[in-house]
């Protein structure tokens, strides 16, 4: 079963995103922040990894670089699930490492098919 690691800091997102993924047979776990998140990789070992962009402390794309720059977690697939949605937003997430850009709001649809396109 592929495990999903979703770092989202809105609680209402979360439970929305968790029900998206397990309705699909997806096995969840998830913080509400990005640094748990960089603790979670490690312990959890999740085969991708979804994440918020707008947080407090630590942001999703310093998360993503985080994870990118890690030759251990480097090769996990990241989507970055977010209401910034300006090109320039984006072409950013891909230089920080993300694979697969979402924009909220999103359907069950646009995360099933994101986690699709970067499931092996």
Request: charged share 30%.
């Amino acid at each position: 079963m592929v495990k999903i690691l979703v770092v989202e800091d809105t609680p209402s997102e979360m439970q929305l995103m968790t029900l998206y993924l397990k309705d699909n047979g997806y096995q969840v776990v998830s913080t509400d922040n990005a640094k748990d998140g960089l603790s979670m990789v490690d312990k959890e070992k999740p085969d991708i990894v979804i994440t918020d962009v707008v947080m407090e402390g630590m942001n999703g794309f310093e998360f993503c670089r985080t994870l990118k720059k890690n030759p251990d977690t480097e090769s996990i697939p990241v989507i970055a699930c977010t209401s910034r949605n300006q090109d320039l937003d984006k072409l950013w997430g891909k230089k920080q490492g993300v694979d697969v850009y979402v924009t909220k709001p999103y359907s069950q649809e646009d995360i099933i098919k994101a986690v699709k396109s970067v499931s092996n």
